[in-house]
């Protein structure tokens, strides 16, 4: 099973990004349970900034996002999305795709999506 992160880049404050990232090499009997995403700014810790549960019903946000970032999956596909809107400087960072997948091999697994790169200038 792999996470393919996309979608990162350099942004102008105010402006917007969307992440992607799909899931793959799940052959054809697996289910999706959490889709995340986290961050990680360099000298910091990993952070969760957004969570979304198998119906992309239920989300969860970091405080300092709520507002201008929304979480949403297409279960089709495979796929997480993040749209980040209103972007900031301490926005920057590394985001990470994170998912909770059963196969019938491994059971439940949490699998991480590469990273990248979200630079916001001032």
């Known amino acids: 099973v792999q996470l393919q992160a996309s979608g990162g880049g350099l942004v102008q404050a105010g402006g917007s990004l969307r992440l992607s990232c799909a899931a793959s090499g799940t052959g054809n009997f697996f289910r999706i349970d959490t889709m995340d995403w986290y961050r990680q700014a360099p000298g910091e810790t990993r952070e969760l900034v957004a969570s979304?549960?198998?119906?992309?019903?239920?989300?969860q946000y970091l405080e300092s996002v709520k507002g201008r970032f929304t979480i949403s999956r297409d279960n089709a596909k495979s796929t997480v999305y993040l749209q980040m809107n209103s972007l900031e400087p301490e926005d920057t960072a590394v985001y990470y795709c994170?998912?909770?997948?059963?196969?019938?091999?491994?059971?439940?697994?949490?699998?991480w999506g590469q990273g990248t790169l979200v630079t916001v200038s001032s």
């Open positions: 979304t549960l198998a119906n992309g019903d239920s989300t």
């Open positions: 994170n998912a909770n997948i059963w196969t019938p091999a491994r059971g439940f697994q949490y699998y």
